[in-house]
């Protein structure tokens, strides 16, 4: 006969398995079970694995007397077994301890003789226990942490399907601890530990492979009905994504170039609480009347973190130095103001406050700050307690406002200065054709006053002639006709001051001419390609156009050595140089002046080899020693706002240095005058 025999397969019936060395029991039960079960009876416990390996099996009823092995090694095979561990195993017995028998991996037993009613209640409520424990295992198996017991001794008794991947295994772990202790690399049972009646929580870092997890375990212990402890049980949370949030949360807090602090503003939410409480409205004006409360919120406030670049902005030792409480005493004024508009933003319903306020860094440096104050929100509710307050410092960026406005300043200046120089272009435009035709009636005045002059000199001729004529007619009443007429007639007035009136006409006229010449000379525009020019010319020019300048405060001298060479250069460039630096004295002396005493402007010419030298003296207040240095920088003006432009000198200097190869030079004592000493290289025309 075969070892097993299949009686049914009727999938509607629970499969069960009976194995029993008894011929008679397997024959009872076939006639007895097969209208309940689809049955297969066994002799041997080899011959049930066998039938349980090729078919599904809900149930196996076994004796525990078997020829080839005692019926509980078969019940422990079978819980040792993953196919079969969930199975539901009914024990035959004859006598013997239903204890050991249960304990021993049995779902329940019958004694014999067995009732087939009874046989067949308890193998359904045993399948009904295994099933509802299999599905629970599997609601424990879906479960996202990991779930494990002990007992007494510390044996692992059971693991789920996520504690089972952490520890990296698909079996059993015979003691958990020693697997713990033995991959954990870092607990954090010191900061971490909360103890409850039975509770302990650790967390800590464990290493399986190459991979390392955070984990929480969470451990209880368990206790029978009696009060006696059965083992343990433990919940372990993987918290390695969120522990990785956090180290990249803190890598970044860390590293972040801006100055970052973590603050505890708990004590702000209660506060608001209490005077919401209290029915206040205006809290800028409530901490106004109660500024001691205000003051006693604002010590309650903490540090509680800062990053390195903080460290760095505040010159401090450590993060150390940062992590404190509020101190008023220290804020100052100015602190205590910026944090009173962070509350009352906060106040106003405001997460995020800006503020531009000056703070003072350990070593007592003060620099302006933009402080950016953020709330966190969780699910509507604000995290006073991590507020994220960023520091940036505006040092740089008010240098750079500071320089953008000085180039904008600079840019209206030069906007100022090209509309006043296309102005001036217009106006000596004008001048030129103005003094062109000035100087042909000046031409027609001055013939006309020399022809007069030559006319009025031989009319003096004719009238002495006329008086020697008259003195040799002696008595004869025509002479006296004359005498009487020439005598009413005043002609003796006019041959003294006829003359002398002719003399200053015509002086006043080559006066006009010279003013109408240098206008004419000045106003032409420059060809741009450098030739001969005549140094003490260019200085004659310029001094009589500046005469109205200068002629009311000072006395102008001139040494101008004829011998000296001409150099090659741009006239027009020359002669503004000049007009500028013959004004610029005649502007010294007259804030210097005092009383009607006027002061002395000089020019002078030398020859030098290779070098024509000018020198512009004036008796005025001289050059602070201060802003010497600056004289020449564009747009720098010692002078009251519309009354300098601080182009003059730096256009002298980019003239004389830059564009003609010479140099310039000042010599200045306040109180007693300046000289300003320009030389310009000799050379020929053709080298230029």
């Known amino acids: 006969?075969?070892?097993?025999?299949?009686?049914?397969?009727?999938?509607?019936?629970?499969?069960?398995?009976?194995?029993?060395?008894?011929?008679?029991?397997?024959?009872?039960?076939?006639?007895?079970?097969?209208?309940?079960?689809?049955?297969?009876?066994?002799?041997?416990?080899?011959?049930?694995?066998?039938?349980?390996?090729?078919?599904?099996?809900?149930?196996?009823?076994?004796?525990?007397?078997?020829?080839?092995?005692?019926?509980?090694?078969?019940?422990?095979?079978?819980?040792?077994?993953?196919?079969?561990?969930?199975?539901a195993i009914v024990v035959?017995?004859?006598?013997?301890?239903?204890?050991?028998?249960?304990?021993?991996?049995?779902?329940?037993?019958?004694?014999?003789?067995?009732?087939p009613e009874e046989l067949t209640a308890r193998v359904k409520r045993a399948w009904r226990r295994s099933r509802e424990a299999v599905e629970y295992r599997q609601f424990l198996d879906s479960?996202?942490?990991?779930?494990?017991?002990?007992?007494?001794?510390?044996?692992?008794?059971?693991?789920?399907?996520?504690?089972?991947?952490?520890?990296?295994?698909?079996?059993?772990?015979?003691?958990?601890?020693?697997?713990?202790?033995?991959?954990?690399?870092?607990?954090?049972?010191?900061l971490s530990y909360r103890n409850g009646e039975n509770e302990t929580v650790c967390e800590f870092a464990y290493a399986t492979g190459d991979e390392v997890l955070w984990l929480i375990d969470t451990c209880r212990i368990e206790h029978d009905p009696a009060g006696g402890v059965v083992g343990r049980q433990g919940v372990v949370q993987d918290i390695t994504a969120e522990a990785d949030a956090q180290r990249r949360m803190r890598a970044f807090f860390d590293e972040a170039w801006s100055a970052m602090?973590?603050?505890?503003?708990?004590?702000?939410?209660?506060?608001?609480?209490?005077?919401?409480?209290?029915g206040v409205e205006d809290l800028d004006r409530y901490?106004?009347?109660h500024p001691d409360s205000f003051d006693g919120l604002v010590r309650s406030l903490m540090v509680v973190g800062a990053n390195t670049a903080a460290v760095d902005l505040f010159e401090a030792g450590s993060t150390d130095d940062l992590v404190a409480a509020h101190d008023p005493d220290l804020l100052g004024p100015e602190g205590m103001s910026a944090i009173k508009r962070q509350v009352v933003a906060f106040w106003r319903g405001s997460s995020r406050v800006e503020l531009e306020v000056e703070l003072q860094t350990w070593k007592g440096r003060r620099f302006p700050a933009l402080l950016q104050i953020t709330v966190p929100q969780i699910d509507d509710m604000w995290d006073f307690a991590h507020t994220l307050v960023w520091i940036s410092d505006l040092t740089r960026r008010n240098e750079m406002v500071a320089a953008l406005q000085a180039q904008n300043e600079q840019l209206q200046a030069m906007q100022e200065e090209a509309l006043r120089a296309e102005k001036l272009e217009s106006i000596g435009s004008l001048a030129a054709g103005i003094a062109h035709e000035i100087n042909t009636p000046i031409q027609y005045i001055g013939d006309n006053l020399r022809f007069m002059e030559t006319a009025f000199s031989e009319f003096a001729e004719i009238h002495e002639a006329a008086e020697k004529l008259a003195a040799a007619a002696g008595e004869r009443p025509e002479a006296g006709a004359y005498q009487d007429a020439i005598s009413r007639s005043g002609i003796d007035f006019w041959l003294?001051?006829?003359?002398?009136?002719?003399?200053?006409?015509?002086?006043?006229?080559?006066h006009v001419a010279t003013i109408v010449r240098a206008l004419k000379e000045f106003s032409h525009p420059d060809s741009g390609t450098p030739e001969s020019v005549d140094i003490n010319e260019i200085i004659a020019s310029a001094v009589e156009l500046s005469r109205n300048e200068w002629k009311y405060v000072a006395d102008l001298e001139t040494e101008l050595d004829p011998d000296v060479e001409s150099v090659v250069g741009l006239p027009g460039r020359l002669r503004q140089v000049m007009l500028n630096l013959i004004v610029n004295a005649a502007q010294a002396i007259k804030e210097h002046a005092s009383g009607d005493t006027k002061g002395v402007i000089r020019l002078a010419t030398r020859h030098r080899p290779g070098w024509v030298e000018i020198a512009v003296e004036d008796t005025g207040g001289g050059i602070p020693n201060e802003v010497r240095d600056r004289i020449f920088d564009p747009f720098f003006t010692t002078k009251p706002v519309g009354q300098g432009t601080g182009q003059?000198?730096?256009?002298?200097?980019?003239?004389?240095?830059?564009?003609?190869?010479?140099?310039?030079?000042?010599?200045?004592?306040?109180?007693?005058?300046?000289?300003?000493r320009l030389e310009l290289p000799i050379r020929e025309t053709s080298a230029s």
């Open 143 to 190: 479960l996202p942490v990991g779930l494990w017991t002990t007992d007494t001794a510390g044996a692992c008794t059971y693991l789920n399907r996520e504690m089972r991947r952490i520890l990296g295994t698909d079996g059993d772990v015979s003691r958990l601890e020693a697997a713990f202790e033995r991959y954990a690399l870092h607990r954090r049972e010191s």
């Open 261 to 278: 602090f973590i603050e505890d503003f708990s004590a702000v939410g209660s506060w608001f609480d209490e005077l919401r409480a209290e």
């Open 92 to 115: 035959l017995a004859g006598g013997g301890n239903a204890a050991q028998v249960l304990d021993g991996g049995a779902d329940d037993f019958v004694r014999k003789p067995v009732d």
């Open 496 to 510: 003294e001051e006829m003359p002398l009136a002719m003399q200053q006409s015509l002086e006043g006229v080559e």
């Open 648 to 676: 003059g000198l730096a256009i002298a200097h980019k003239v004389i240095v830059e564009e003609h190869g010479g140099r310039i030079g000042v010599d200045s004592r306040p109180g007693v005058g300046t000289t300003f």
């Open 1 to 87: 006969m075969p070892e097993f025999e299949f009686r049914s397969m009727d999938k509607s019936r629970l499969s069960v398995v009976l194995v029993d060395d008894d011929r008679v029991v397997r024959a009872w039960a076939s006639s007895r079970l097969d209208s309940v079960f689809d049955l297969v009876t066994c002799e041997t416990g080899a011959a049930a694995i066998e039938a349980i390996k090729r078919r599904r099996v809900d149930a196996v009823i076994v004796d525990l007397n078997l020829p080839d092995m005692h019926g509980m090694d078969l019940i422990g095979e079978l819980r040792r077994r993953p196919a079969t561990s969930h199975v």
């Open 287 to 289: 901490i106004d009347e």
